[in-house]
Structures are given as structure tokens and as C-alpha cells.
């Protein structure tokens, strides 16, 4: 069945570079999200990916998608304590569009100073 | 827009009671979704639907869950008679087709 995998947890400090990753299973993904919850709040989407780029950069954030892998990254650049959060990965669920999306189980990021 | 609206946002109740969560999706979506997260189990998607009728309740942990949605701006999740295993942080979300989830702030219930 459909699978999203995260690593829970990443600890790094103040102004060094953050790289989350994220497995799927599903190769029909048409695109695949990053959602970030910070501590007492609801999920926010943060950034996306269509299955056609291999990356996508937005300010500080860089996605990288390797189709044949299936693996989704997202690199967080000049880390800053504002970016401690949990990220979420997501996809589509199935092929059809069902409006339904697969998470992670979410990757707490920790920010030292 | 307001975003998705949920009520109350702390819930604090006796086992045994019934309990009813709120939520008001974004006007124009026709998706909204009830999820549950708790640390040992993480986000848990509980039930979905789309223009108010219920296509997936799979998630719905026991008879003792249910959701209602009776127009396109509210919907309810109820738990009768509630446990303290149900004490979680409930989220609505809502969205138009297949595209982003808006999620509301969440519901915070504690069974005591």
C-alpha cells in the first residue's frame, strides 16, 4: 500500500544548512508537498513539487526530487530558530483524484543557537 | 478569508461524556477532512468528504466516532461516549479538488 517514510527527528544549529528527507511509494504522484507544523498550530503548506522538476528552490528552501529513488528532500539554507518546527511530506493518495493526501510521520527539527 | 474556524480549541472532559468538535472549512472548498494526531500514533487521517457527503471513514477508530457534515460550511466530529485514549489534538481541513489542505488550528481534547 501507500507508504510515506520521514526520519523523526534533526537536530542542527543556528545559520547551518537543514536537509529533511522522505520516501514514497506511490510513482504516480503528480506532485508532492512539504507541510510544516509549528509548536500549538495546525499543518501549513510550506513549498511543493510537480513530478516533472527534479528541483524547485523558493528563497531559502530547495526541493529535490529523485523520481527513480522515490525520494523528496528539502533543504532548509542559514537554519534559523523560527524554522523549528515538525515538516510533514506528503502525497497524493493514489492515481485518481481523490483529494486525499498520504503524510509522514513528520520530522521534528530542532534549531540550536 | 478566515481559514478553516474549529471549536472549541481546548476541550477538557469526564470519560463517559459526549463530545462535539466544530468545524467551518473555507468557503468554496469542497473537500474537508478530520484528522487526529497524538504523539504515539502521529497524524491520523479519521474521515473525509467532498461536496458533504462521506467518502472514506476508514480511519474512524470505532462506532463510538462519528461525522457529520449537513452543508457545505460545517461540519461536526462526535464521540459518545469519549475515553481518555481519545485525548488528542483533532484538525479539520479543507480543501478545492486535489489541490493543498488548508488545516484549521486544531482542537486539543483532554479525557480525564
Known amino acids: 500500500g501507500e507508504d510515506v517514510e520521514q526520519s523523526l527527528f534533526l537536530s542542527v544549529r543556528e545559520g547551518d544548512s537543514s536537509v529533511i528527507n522522505c520516501t514514497y511509494t506511490d510513482s504516480s504522484s503528480t506532485y508532492l508537498y512539504w507541510y510544516k507544523q509549528e509548536p500549538g498550530a495546525g499543518l501549513q503548506l510550506l513549498t511543493y513539487i510537480f513530478s516533472n522538476m527534479d528541483m524547485k528552490q523558493d528563497q531559502r528552501l530547495t526541493v529535490l526530487l529523485n523520481k527513480k529513488d522515490k525520494h523528496l528532500s528539502l533543504r532548509i539554507a542559514d537554519t534559523q530558530t523560527g524554522d523549528s518546527a515538525i515538516y510533514f511530506c506528503?502525497?497524493?493518495?493514489?492515481?485518481?483524484?481523490?483529494?486525499?493526501?498520504?503524510f509522514g510521520q513528520g520530522t521534528t527539527l530542532q534549531v540550536k543557537p | 478569508d478566515a481559514g478553516v474556524i474549529q471549536s472549541p480549541r481546548h476541550e477538557v472532559t469526564e470519560m463517559g461524556q459526549e463530545v462535539t468538535l466544530r468545524c467551518k472549512p473555507i468557503s468554496g472548498h469542497d473537500y474537508l477532512f478530520w484528522y487526529r494526531q497524538t504523539m504515539m500514533r502521529g497524524l491520523e487521517l479519521l474521515i473525509y468528504?467532498?461536496?458533504?457527503?462521506?467518502?472514506?471513514d476508514s480511519g474512524m477508530p470505532e462506532d463510538r466516532f462519528s461525522a457529520k457534515m449537513p452543508n457545505a460550511s460545517f461540519s461536526t466530529l462526535k464521540i459518545q461516549p469519549s475515553e481518555p485514549r481519545d485525548s488528542a489534538v483533532y484538525f479539520c481541513a479543507s480543501s478545492f479538488g486535489s489541490r493543498q489542505q488548508y488545516f484549521g488550528p486544531g482542537t486539543r481534547l483532554t479525557v480525564t
Open positions: 468528504f467532498n461536496n458533504n457527503v462521506p467518502i472514506d
Open positions: 506528503a502525497e497524493p493518495h493514489g492515481s485518481s483524484n481523490t483529494g486525499k493526501l498520504i
